[in-house]
């Protein structure tokens, strides 16, 4: 496989580097709260962590919000939009198997940035595990219950 492969659902410019770290964030349609229970997140988190063991992507961080998620991942294999796909379809099958029947769990789309490796990649994870600190969720980062960083 190329080091970088072009999508055609990609925006236009945007390419997926095999090795690249990418900070990755999806919205939950309607910007609806669904994981504002924590089970129903941690199915999110469960995806995440099957892509890790299928050799697709390794996570660096990440934390899961009431209507969206923050991943920071090293792109191992195929592309950020096979990632993202596999990711939010099997969170969405797999909250639907568990009883919560919205109609549509993400919007389409998601965002990225590829991240420079000289960067701070702790700075950048503590910013991600610290949202739910800055929204106002909880008064320290351990109290809340779907994020996770390797750096711990």
Do not use: C
Not at 67 to 75: E, G, I, M, P
Not at 90 to 98: E, N
């Amino acid at each position: 496989m190329p080091m970088s492969q072009r999508s055609a659902d990609l925006r236009l410019g945007r390419y997926s580097g095999i090795g690249q770290i990418y900070l990755l964030n999806s919205v939950v349609h309607g910007r609806q709260p669904l994981f504002a229970n924590w089970r129903t997140g941690r199915l999110v988190v469960e995806e995440f962590r099957r892509a890790q063991q299928a050799g697709i992507a390794d996570s660096l961080a990440w934390v899961v919000m009431p209507d969206h998620f923050h991943w920071l991942v090293v792109l191992r294999e195929g592309t950020l939009g096979m990632l993202v796909r596999r990711v939010k379809s099997g969170s969405a099958l797999a909250i639907m198997r568990a009883g919560y029947t919205p109609l549509r769990v993400w919007q389409k789309g998601y965002h990225d940035r590829a991240v420079r490796r000289e960067e701070d990649l702790q700075a950048v994870a503590r910013y991600i595990v610290a949202n739910p600190l800055r929204a106002g969720l909880v008064k320290r980062v351990g109290d809340y219950p779907l994020w996770d960083a390797v750096w711990l």
